[in-house]
Nanobody, 115 residues
Framework: QVQLVESGGGLVQAGGSLRLSCAAS????????GGWYRQAPGKQRELVAT???????NYGDSVKGRFTISRDNAKNTVYLQMNSLKPEDTAVYYC?????????WGQGTQVTVSS
């Protein structure tokens, strides 16, 4: 059974940092594109960042220069380093693993940035 488990969320002050982790099981993770998405109350889910198996990254405009996505295929894990956090980064952050014909979501982890 495919499973993604996020960790690392929490409460942080504006300007602070957090590192999210997403551990995958039940899949050959290196074959998947790893990604982070977020959803704030009353808003649609939006792209934060994605990373291919080869390490090519893509970021949403609102996080460019502040967030960094990375992966460790040996550990079946994708990370999101979040720096210079802003109150508008407050959301539930979801991990995603996708390939042709298949996509899996984690349960989400709450990130709250206080002003």
């Amino acid at each position: 059974q495919v499973q993604l488990v996020e960790s690392g969320g929490g409460l942080v002050q504006a300007g602070g940092s957090l590192r999210l982790s997403c551990a995958a099981s039940g899949i050959i993770f290196r074959r998947y594109i790893g990604g982070w998405y977020r959803q704030a109350p009353g808003k649609q889910r939006e792209l934060v960042a994605t990373i291919t198996s080869g390490g090519t990254t893509n970021y949403g405009d609102s996080v460019k220069g502040r967030f960094t996505i990375s992966r460790d295929n040996a550990k079946n894990t994708v990370y999101l380093q979040m720096n210079s956090l802003k109150p508008e980064d407050t959301a539930v952050y979801y991990c995603n693993a996708g390939t042709v014909g298949s996509t899996t979501w984690g349960q989400g982890t709450q990130v709250t940035v206080s002003s």
